[in-house]
């Protein structure tokens, strides 16, 4: 390879972001990595890039003139200005998906009909632009029903609920702007999973299966978040993570090829794991936060490697494996978070035990030069382990070290699992 292909850009700024750095690094030492805007932990790892402005255009040339010979984009806001189309058309290949292929995440109701073309289970749903209209169809169903706004809301945009009053209410949070549409679909009952395929066309690679905690107070209680924190077996790609992407995400990439769209990059599904099988509540265009974050560390291969095959449409020179051991990230949040954003504070962090991993989000440097909390979710601290409780035992000790004014987490991540019978399932079907 030449060494302009060993230059690695890496755009974004979260926890995720930082994982994807670490990975990188860690799996292949001699890569040059460099990140944007990126944090304080991805900037001890990778070198910045400092564009004249904000801008794409900035960014692309910036890298053009660095040598940069693969991006790989974090955050869906990026994908959905078009950042690929723009690197792309600069020649720099990137590891995501174009604007017009992100709609798989960008909007919900493009995305439910590539559902219903390409046959992959999902609740039935209708679209308005209207909240009036919403309040008398909720009504008139008088069971519970999920709300969720058309296009981006950092994973704050979905309401279940069976008050009508309720639900008008919220869907005029995302009903301000022109053209504005919000989806009113059943609300489906069962275990929740995010599961990750990597893709280019109808080329589908199995990656691994995960468990978010999306609601911000233990117990599952509160307003949904970003992600409060995450689990993942010891043993993806498993047998389950096989099965359902061949179900789920497989006939997706094979659907949005034939229309002309194909996709390439992270396709995650979000599932509701129900009695009667899996149900995509949502589709996402890239890694999910906390979730790349618990199976990036446990990743037993080349991920440079591993995605310059997706990108190129190669088969993989060295099958995917992983470490097996169990990984639980907690996310450390801010005062106030998700409803307020909390005042700038100082940071104070002790000795991180073997086997643990600390991934920086909403942090910054001062004027001083010292670490500070930006507010929102600052940190993922994450533990490995031959058991899941080894492995939150681990995480949980890196977050008592991490020390800020309104420092918070959920003290329940990893307490359960989705249920063994889905896992004999898969296994059983091979």
Not at 95 to 112: D, I, Q, V
Not at 224 to 253: F, K, W
Not at 393 to 406: C, E, P, Q, T
């Amino acid at each position: 390879m030449s060494s302009s292909t060993e230059r690695v850009l890496v755009v974004g700024s979260g926890g995720r972001e930082h994982a994807i750095v670490d990975g990188l690094i860690r799996t292949h030492p001699t890569l040059e990595v460099f990140v944007y805007p990126g944090n304080p932990g991805m900037w001890q790892l990778a070198q910045r890039i400092r564009p004249e402005d904000n801008s794409i255009g900035a960014l692309v040339r910036a890298s053009v003139e660095k040598g940069i010979g693969l991006v790989v984009v974090g955050p869906e806001a990026y994908l959905d200005q078009g950042i690929v189309d723009a690197f792309t058309a600069a020649g720099i290949p990137c590891f995501g998906p174009t604007k017009a292929a992100a709609r798989l995440e960008t909007s919900k109701s493009w995305a439910k009909q590539v559902m219903r073309l390409a046959g992959v289970p999902t609740a039935e749903y209708r679209e308005f632009s209207d909240p009036g209209e919403i309040r008398s169809y909720i009504s008139s169903l008088g069971r519970r029903v999920a709300v969720k706004a058309d296009g981006l809301a950092a994973g704050k945009g979905v309401l279940v609920t069976d008050n009508p009053v309720e639900a008008a209410e919220f869907a005029e949070l995302y009903l301000s702007s022109p053209g504005s549409k919000v989806i009113v679909e059943e609300a489906l009952s069962g275990k929740e999973l995010s599961l990750f395929a990597l893709v280019n066309g109808d080329m589908v690679v199995p990656f691994s299966h995960a468990q978010d905690y999306k609601p911000a107070y233990d117990g599952d209680k509160g307003p949904n978040t970003g992600g409060m924190g995450a689990i993942c077996p010891a043993d993806s790609p498993s047998a389950l993570t096989e099965e359902l992407t061949e179900e789920i995400i497989t006939p997706i990439a094979r659907q949005m090829k034939t229309m002309g769209v194909p996709f390439c990059g992270v396709i995650f599904a979000g599932l509701m794991l129900t009695e009667d099988g899996p149900y995509v509540l949502e589709f996402n265009a890239r890694f999910g936060d906390p979730e790349a974050q618990v199976m990036i560390p446990r990743l037993d291969a080349d991920l440079y490697e591993l995605i310059q095959c997706i990108v190129s449409g190669q088969e993989l020179s060295t099958p995917l494996a992983f470490k097996r051991l169990f990984a639980c990230g907690v996310t450390i949040a801010s005062e106030g978070y998700p409803v307020s954003r909390a005042e700038p504070e100082p940071i104070t962090i002790g000795n991180l035990p073997e086997g643990t991993y600390l991934y920086h989000a909403g942090t910054s440097i001062d004027n001083n030069g010292k670490l500070i909390a930006t507010g929102g979710r600052v940190f993922t601290a994450v533990g490995l382990g031959h058991n899941l409780d080894d492995a939150r035992d681990k995480a949980y000790s890196l977050a008592s070290r991490v020390s800020f004014k309104g420092a918070w987490y959920r003290r329940d991540i990893g307490s359960n699992w989705i249920d063994l019978a889905w896992r004999r399932r898969a296994e059983s079907n091979r």
